[in-house]
């Protein structure tokens, strides 16, 4: 008489395992870097970075945080920017637990790291940094061994 | 024929200098039943160049953000500055005289409030 073999029944619960992750994934809000897996994902901030004689000037768009969610490190050359967005509808004051449903949830949340290596080492206690409108910019003075010094020629 | 392919050359690249791009902003769109919350991500925005409109049952957004010149040479660039523009289509039901909307910290909310004649209501059983 045939019998069930043992673990039949496992593909199908790993199969149904599989579309219960996909659901919750398509149901929650997205990582800050996005679903992509192109170019520059999985880079959370995006930033732009400029470099003049005496500044390394980096600025990052985190639309929804305020100054104490971004923690910014200076180590020599790198610099850290380090912080967390919560997900849109837990904000504080929204106390509210009725439920709700999302038509669209494009804007990432969760907590991010980005290291940035700059061309130069900076002087770490001069750092600057102010976040207006979403927009953080952060200064980064060069460390004067590394500013440009004007050599002056003398004549014999 | 040469003067067709001359002309339009210099007007074109003087809009190419005055227009900036527009970038359609990521949006979270939130049903709580009596409204329905918008919220997207508009950096650098600032709040007196935003325009929310609603009309024939469509929520538009406007943002404009003004160039950001940060001095020296370019190191980096992984992101586009420009404007930001989105519309949804709504639909009937909704108060458009109640819409509200306010911006902080490069994000802005909009309300859209659900008409009251549309949400459900619960009728009260007699007994006789």
Redesign the interface.
Known sequence: MPTFRTGFALPLDELRDEIDRFWTTLTAAPPLHGWGAGRGAGLFPAVNMRETDDAVTVEAELPGLDTTDVEISVAGDELVLKGARPTAGAEPGNGRQKPVTWHRRERGSGSFERRLELPVAVDATQVGARLVDGVLTVRCPKAPQCQPHKVEVRTA | MTTRLQNPAPEHAAERQEQTLTYQP????????EE??F????????AAGIDVTFEDGVLSVHAAAPL?D??????????GVGDYRRSFRLGDGFDAAKISADYR???ITIHVPRLAAVLPRKVEVRSS
Not at chain 2, 27 to 33: E, F, L
């Open positions: 990521n949006v979270d769109i939130c049903d709580r039943g329905v919350l919220v997207a991500d508009i950096p650098g925005a600032r950001r940060l001095p020296g040479r370019p190191l980096r660039q992984e992101y910290r490069g994000v």
